[in-house]
């Protein structure tokens, strides 16, 4: 499940191989995403929960490994919750439990602030939050400027930042039965490795990893994340 801005194949497209040899591999997109229309009211994280299952479902009838990053982090956390039963494995990569995180708040807030005001400059902190220094240190100036020029404040894009600055599933992470692997990333700006260590803490015999990336792990830590995910996923 994709994250905030983005859509299944953007940002799993390219891992899709590594697993559709043995998988039946389902990149759904949330309202407003890749082809599936926005609507004109808020998002909710219910909603989103039950077009990731319904998406499924419209597959398969077979239990689901649901891997989930960022806001679709949250979305799959909160999924396995909610449908324990359809559940057989989980992945939470970036994501986050409490929506009151002072700092978070604060780059949530002004993020969206920004697109309001100056879509250039929400442009370049979008950058700033989701790749790590050395990532975009590594790019160049001209890797640089061509990935801020490709960020857009879309109405889709506002309406899930919106949701990012307002979901919660605390209270909702004790009732995940499924086996469990969080993964945190300990150069992210945006979603601080703290709060994938939480969820860790709060999902009974979860498992816990940390790979030094900024918050777009699937692109900055390609190899090494699909590595983690293959060794848990294939798993009996």
């Not at 909603?47 to 479902?57: F, H, N, S, T």
């Not at 990569?93 to 969206?112: E, F, S, V």
């Not at 939480?198 to 090494?224: D, N, Q, R």
Request: glycine share 8%; with cysteine.
């Amino acid at each position: 499940m994709h994250g905030t801005g983005g859509h299944g194949e953007a940002q799993f497209g390219h891992v899709r191989e590594q697993f559709s040899d043995r998988y039946t591999v389902i990149t759904p997109d949330c309202s407003g995403s890749g082809l599936t229309p926005l609507h004109a009211d808020e998002l909710s994280l219910d909603e989103l929960v039950e077009q990731v299952i319904g998406a499924a479902r419209a597959v398969t009838d077979e239990p689901l490994d649901i891997v989930g990053f960022s806001l679709g982090a949250v979305v799959a956390a909160a999924a396995a919750a909610e449908h324990p039963a359809l559940v057989r494995r989980l992945v939470v990569i970036n994501g986050w439990a409490r929506k009151d995180d002072p700092r978070q708040q604060l780059a949530t807030d002004l993020w969206r602030r920004l697109a309001a005001i100056d879509e250039e400059a929400f442009a370049a902190y979008s950058a700033l939050l989701v790749f790590s220094p050395p990532f975009l240190a590594g790019i160049g100036s001209g890797g640089v400027k061509a990935t801020v020029a490709g960020i857009k404040a879309e109405a889709w894009t506002l309406q899930q930042i919106e949701l990012d600055h307002l979901v919660d599933i605390s209270d909702r992470l004790p009732a995940i039965a499924a086996p469990t692997l969080v993964i945190g990333s300990t150069r992210d700006a945006l979603i601080p490795v703290e709060h994938s260590r939480e969820i860790h803490a709060a999902v009974a015999g979860s498992e816990y990893a940390e790979l030094e990336s900024g918050h777009v792990v699937i692109f900055e830590k390609t190899t090494e994340l699909v590595e983690l995910l293959g060794d848990f996923l294939d798993r009996d």
